[in-house]
């Protein structure tokens, strides 16, 4: 038996983030919080005049922030997106009117 070979896509699908995971909405949750942080972080810096690399507190803090930023850009190639335009065939209701499938129709902005 001959093997089949596998598409790009087939290969690359293994490393596609679900926009819906709970993993993924618990990390954007943190980087969230990250961003905040490192934005009082650097706005305390400019408001006086500090030099981070003399503070060894804020320089640990500001370096993995830097890091798990540099992560989080990385991740965002890797994030499934969704098509908001669906053919005629693909549309499915129930008995309510209600669209079954909400899965696809979700917009992630």
Do not use: C
């Amino acid at each position: 038996m001959a093997e089949k070979t596998q598409t790009f896509d087939e290969r690359f699908a293994k490393f596609v983030i679900n926009p819906y995971s709970k993993y993924l909405i618990g990390w954007q949750l943190t980087m969230t919080l990250v961003y905040l942080v490192a934005i009082i972080l650097d706005s305390f810096i400019m408001s006086f005049h500090l030099q981070p690399l003399k503070e060894p507190d804020i320089n640990f803090w500001q370096t993995l922030f830097s890091f798990l930023m540099v992560i989080d850009i990385f991740l965002k190639f890797f994030i499934a997106f969704i098509s908001t335009k669906q053919s005629s065939d693909e549309e499915s209701s129930d008995e309510d009117g209600e669209d079954n499938n909400h899965y696809q129709n979700r917009k992630v902005g």
